[in-house]
């Protein structure tokens, strides 16, 4: 059942032609920010967080990290919308199916780097309720990461704190998209679309 | 003492203007953004969001109740840092400190109005993990509110689904005016400042 109604691109008219770019990136307007779009300034203010976060300068983690810790957050946190949606962003970033299946277990999986371990334990503990992250966490953060690099890793992390609640809250319908890869990709690891389960139009 | 440092005055110069709106909601710059200053897209790209979560259209909820959600999200999550800084933002838009200290007993408090629970107990349930909203939740809420208040009710939960993860990971130090309204209003209900003890405190 959708709690509120994510708008259709009639109702929404002229006011997304700003996301012309996310639209042709993912080939669909995600539910997420259909739902967004009852308040637009709202639908512009994260888009604006999200290009932000994904900013690449010389000093970046690459895209491809970000979501899988993005991803290690969303299963933290147990949202499906968000686990199908970072998982189909970090295939489409160049991250391996395989390697993306095998987050839920990367402590033992010989996919990740220590680095990208590292990365990804900071997700899971800063994902949880309460707060996991301990100075320890972060003196081995500080050995794979720069200051500039740990405010990116946290900022994904933040932004998956956004879209967790608001996802698992709404209980987004899944796309097509991102529900298929993720029956694919992580059905095997127990994901379901649950709630997010579209109505049969 | 911050997990990552802090940008100083000097160095948060160019930014100034980005942080101006911030600064006006709370009465100073907060030390979380002088963390996210690192990168200057996401101080500012975060000042656009919060400024459009907090915007009040004639269809909004009324702006202290948004600082209200905020806290009972926060207390949720356990982010004693936010719970000082909405707590703070609540009681200068208004809301007494006897009201914003019984936010962690709404049910049973005769302070807030039945519209005031109903947010209450969604903001509570949308943050916690697992989350705990219902469809009947849902229906509660649209006894009170439209579905555009609704959407500004969960944006302001999930703003702080960002702010609670960032400021207790980074176990951001508090500052001074949020510290005095928390030991002021809020010690009576066990909150205290915790892992967010300002550096110079320390030493």
Same mark, same amino acid.
């Given at each position: 059942? *959708? ?18 770019? *996310? ?72 991250? $391996? ?70 996802? $698992? ?19 095997? *690891?127990?994901? *379901? ?9 | ?10 160095? /948060?110069?160019?930014?100034? =203007? #980005?942080? &101006? ?39 909004? #909820?009324?702006? =202290?109740?948004?600082?209200? #959600? ?18 703070? &933002? ?11 200290? &019984? ?6 408090? =005769?302070?807030? +109005?039945?519209?005031?629970? +109903?947010? /209450? ?13 219902? =469809?009947?939740?849902?229906?509660? /809420? ?7 208040? #609704? ?18 990971? /980074? ?33």
């Amino acid at each position: 059942m *959708t709690r509120v109604k994510p708008l259709t691109d009639e109702e929404m008219g002229d006011s997304i032609g700003f996301l012309k770019p *996310t639209i042709e990136r993912l080939g669909f307007l995600p539910n997420s920010q259909r739902i967004m779009a009852h308040k637009p300034e709202l639908l512009v203010g994260i888009n604006e967080l999200y290009k932000a976060i994904m900013h690449r300068t010389e000093e970046s983690v690459s895209p491809g990290l970000l979501y899988l810790v993005g991803n290690a957050s969303s299963l933290a946190a147990g949202c499906m919308y968000c686990v199908a949606h970072s998982g189909g962003a970090a295939n489409h970033s160049g991250e $391996d199916a395989a390697k993306i299946a095998a987050i839920h277990e990367f402590e033992t999986s010989d996919l990740f780097t220590e680095a990208e371990r590292v990365a990804l334990r900071f997700a899971q503990a800063a994902s949880s309720v309460p707060n996991m992250v301990t100075d320890e966490d972060f003196a081995a953060l500080k050995e794979h990461y720069t200051d500039y690099q740990i405010v990116e890793l946290l900022s994904i992390i933040g932004l998956y704190g956004f879209f967790n609640r608001w996802n $698992d809250t709404f209980a987004t319908p899944l796309e097509d998209g991102p529900k298929g890869f993720a029956e694919k990709t992580l059905g095997g *690891t127990g994901w *379901t679309a649950g709630k997010h389960a579209a109505a049969q139009d | 003492m911050s997990r990552v440092r802090m940008l100083n005055d000097q160095e /948060l110069e160019p930014l100034n =203007d #980005i942080i &101006a709106p911030s600064k006006e909601r709370l009465g100073f710059v907060p030390n979380s953004q002088r963390i996210m200053a690192h990168k200057p897209e996401l101080v500012a790209a975060y000042n656009e969001l919060g400024k459009a979560v907090m915007l009040q259209t004639e269809g909004s #909820i009324p702006g =202290d109740l948004k600082y209200m #959600i905020a806290n009972a999200a926060s207390l949720a999550a356990g982010c004693l840092y936010c719970q000082a800084h909405t707590g703070g &933002a609540s009681n200068m838009r208004g809301v007494d400190g006897d009201k914003v200290a &019984a936010i962690y007993e709404f049910e049973t408090s =005769d302070l807030f +109005s039945d519209a005031e629970k +109903s947010a /209450l107990r969604f903001a509570q349930a949308a943050a916690a993990v697992p989350n705990m909203t219902t =469809d009947a939740d849902f229906d509660d /809420l649209r006894k009170h509110f439209t579905d555009y208040q #609704i959407v500004e009710i969960v944006s302001v939960i999930s703003m702080f689904g960002f702010l609670n993860r960032w400021n207790d990971t /980074l176990a951001t130090p508090l500052e001074e005016e949020p510290i005095e309204f928390g030991e002021k209003h809020l010690s009576g209900n066990g909150w205290n400042v915790g892992k967010h003890v300002t550096t110079e405190a320390a030493e």
